[in-house]
């Protein structure tokens, strides 16, 4: 089976760092990516991980240990606006299906 | 705007009727996948072509479900006999394979959310 493990809610105030984990378990496994969801929207791409890791986007940063089935994505600087779902994804290969996780909900406060 | 559209927004329909949807892919994009959301859930993997080869099926997917990519451009998802169940939001994405990984990025579709009465 393939499932992806991830906190149903994360509150943080402004200007804060954020990390919303994530622990996978699937019979595959090629990378780790990490989608943004607004309300009534559609997902957005926000960073991938093949390797073991930080990756580093602006604000954003991705970690992945593959030893450890396990990533995290970073939020620095939260503003009001990054109130949204984050989903993490797993690919079996590159350019394949996605499995997501269920969603970790932010809610920023001023 | 991801470049990526579908048709209808939304659609509404009795049980036991057949609904089709429609996604256009960023031109340049040879896979284009479908998935199906329910409300507090992450997206669900249902099937995916690259060009006009369906890859993968989701093993969930019940025979009533059918997609197509004709001619590896726009895809069509057919819903045969909806079911109460099958209401969702139904998104499309696509990506264009390649070695790097921006490759792996998959660019999403507003959906097409589905009410069955």
């Known amino acids: 089976g393939q499932s992806l493990e991830q906190p149903s809610e994360v509150t943080a105030v402004e200007g804060a760092i954020v990390q919303i984990n994530c622990t996978y378990q699937t019979s595959g496994f090629y990378g780790l990516s990490w989608y943004q969801q607004h309300d009534g929207g559609a997902p957005t791409f926000l960073s991938y991980?093949?390797?073991?890791g930080l990756e580093e986007t602006g604000r954003f940063s991705s970690f992945l240990s593959r030893s450890d089935s396990y990533g995290y994505l970073l939020l620095q600087e939260l503003q009001m606006k990054d109130s949204a779902s984050y989903f993490c994804a797993a690919s079996a290969n590159q350019g394949g299906k996605l499995i997501f996780g269920q969603g970790t909900e932010l809610s920023v406060k001023p | 705007d991801t470049g990526v559209s579908q048709d209808p927004r939304h659609k509404i329909t009795k049980r036991g009727q057949n609904v089709t949807f429609r996604c256009d892919p960023i031109s340049e994009h040879n896979r284009l996948y479908w998935y199906r959301q329910t409300l507090g859930q992450g997206p669900e993997f249902l099937t995916y072509f690259q060009n006009e080869a369906q890859l993968e099926k989701s093993r969930l997917l019940s025979d009533r479900f059918s997609a197509e990519r004709p001619k590896g451009s726009f895809s069509t998802l057919e819903i045969q006999r909806t079911e109460q169940g099958d209401s969702a939001m139904y998104l499309c994405?696509?990506?264009?394979?390649?070695?790097?990984?921006?490759?792996?990025?998959?660019?999403f579709g507003p959906g097409t959310r589905l009410t069955v009465l």
């Open positions: 991980n093949a390797l073991d």
């Open positions: 994405a696509s990506s264009l394979t390649g070695l790097t990984s921006s490759y792996n990025e998959q660019f």
